[in-house]
């Protein structure tokens, strides 16, 4: 299942940048050097890193350590399950069909949209005013 020291995998979400390598192990999920409960206070973030782990059977014995740039905590969160999502594919062929039925292999390419000169936001124009 593993060649050498893991498998090495990154993962993208908004402008934030996941790079996950899984290795043979407890069932540890670190990020950034803190465990990953902690760096992720919210239980839907947490949820969300957990959710490619919980599809594939057999994954409570790997450790996943990611190292995480970009973004705030939702788009990191949504990176990590992608990084994830593309170790688990590299580790083993059979997990293709349910992460891709999941949506987990599916790279969200919704960002923010660039503001625009004469406008408050990117859309939002100034109050119209008739006199």
Known sequence: MFKGTGIHAVGRRKSAVARVYLRPG???IVVNGKPFDQYFG???STM???QPLQLIAGT???D???NIAGGGLAGQAGAARHAISRALLKSSAENRAPLREAGFLTRD???VERKKYGRHKA???AQFSKR
Do not use: A, F, N, P
């Open 123 to 125: 859309r939002k124009r």
């Open 42 to 44: 919210r239980e839907t």
């Open 26 to 28: 407890t069932g540890q």
């Open 109 to 111: 390419s919704r960002v």
């Open 60 to 62: 409570e014995e790997l």
């Open 64 to 66: 996943v350590i990611l």
């Open 48 to 50: 969300v890193v957990r």
